[in-house]
């Protein structure tokens, strides 16, 4: 009988398709898609199975600033088809931009992306209190001017200047699970849970109806992970390593961590809640739920991360 591969769930930030704020346009972040995808044809070329989650907060932002000037010509977007927009144009950058890297390296695999719906709890708190930051970076000013006229709710966002908060409820069920593990089985490479998913809930009649909120995309790559059994989950973000005293003179970068030292860590405030808490909890999560490894590192040293030479291993215990 033949040995299954090994599957990986790969999370990507959607702030990694900006390269910078003069660099935003959507060939450009086609380009930033394109020097992933080379990394993640690597894994798949050393024979994982790989899923691909993906954020999408600047690429929300965008749509409802469009909208918001279009206004009076066309009606708005709601976020949750905005988060829809996102799966599938998102998912269309890496489809074709991985499909083109595969074979360079003579290999065909067949990508789908799969627009994917996440149920959420209606009354989750996060209704009451957002704290998801969606969107470009604003100065005061600007941000101010947005409240004032737009009704956003907007929060300085760890010192790199200011952004629109929406809500961001926890998932409880990714829809379409046994589509995507079907797939998995038969080898196609898939992209799902992109944004975290379309936020779904249940009403008093049971219908599903969409939500004004952004799910964390590192919970929905947990969850994703967890529901699929994969041995390794991972997060693509902006440093090879995780550190804790981050950006101060007693930076201390991490190469391994087991789940109790980073509980540790997380209650002596370490991680900073915009940024890294969100990534080393899901990765928590993901372990604690039976997971076997969780890796964070940026996207040019997935393959030496792989390999144990750069990159923050998690493990149980």
Not at 65 to 84: I, T
């Amino acid at each position: 009988m033949q040995t299954r591969n090994k599957t990986a769930v790969i999370a990507v930030g959607g702030n990694s398709l900006i390269m910078d704020n003069t660099r935003n346009s959507i060939p450009d972040q086609y380009k930033a898609a394109e020097i992933t995808s080379g990394y993640i044809a690597e894994m798949i070329e050393e024979g994982w199975n790989v899923v691909i989650t993906h954020g999408n907060g600047p690429q929300v932002g965008f749509i409802l600033r469009r909208s918001e000037l279009a206004l009076g010509q066309v009606a708005p977007v709601p976020m949750d088809y905005a988060g829809a927009d996102t799966q599938g144009a998102i998912g269309y950058m890496f489809q074709k931009a991985l499909t083109n890297q595969l074979v360079k390296r003579g290999m065909e695999k067949t990508i789908v992306p799969v627009v994917t719906l996440v149920e959420v709890d209606p009354d989750d708190p996060a209704f009451v209190e957002p704290t998801k930051p969606i969107g470009s970076f604003m100065d005061r000013e600007t941000a101010e001017r947005l409240t004032a006229e737009q009704g956003w709710i907007v929060r300085e966002d760890a010192g790199r200047g200011w952004r629109r908060v929406v809500a961001s409820p926890k998932p409880k069920v990714i829809h379409s699970l046994e589509a995507i593990r079907t797939l998995i089985d038969a080898g196609y490479i898939v992209i799902a849970c992109g944004g975290g998913g379309i936020p779904v809930v249940r009403n008093s009649a049971s219908d599903l109806e969409g939500r004004e909120a952004v799910i964390d995309k590192d919970f929905a790559s947990s969850l994703l992970a967890v529901n699929l059994g994969a041995e390794l989950f991972l997060i693509s973000t902006g440093v090879p390593q995780v550190a804790i005293h981050f950006n101060t003179p007693d930076e201390t970068w991490l190469p391994h961590l087991s789940a109790a030292e980073a509980r540790g860590y997380i209650q002596d405030g370490h991680f900073a809640p915009g940024s890294m808490l969100p990534k080393v909890e899901a990765i928590l999560g993901y372990l604690e739920a039976g997971g076997r490894e969780g890796l964070i590192t940026d996207p040019a040293n997935i393959g030496r991360a792989l390999r144990g030479e750069t990159g923050t291993r998690f493990h149980p215990g």
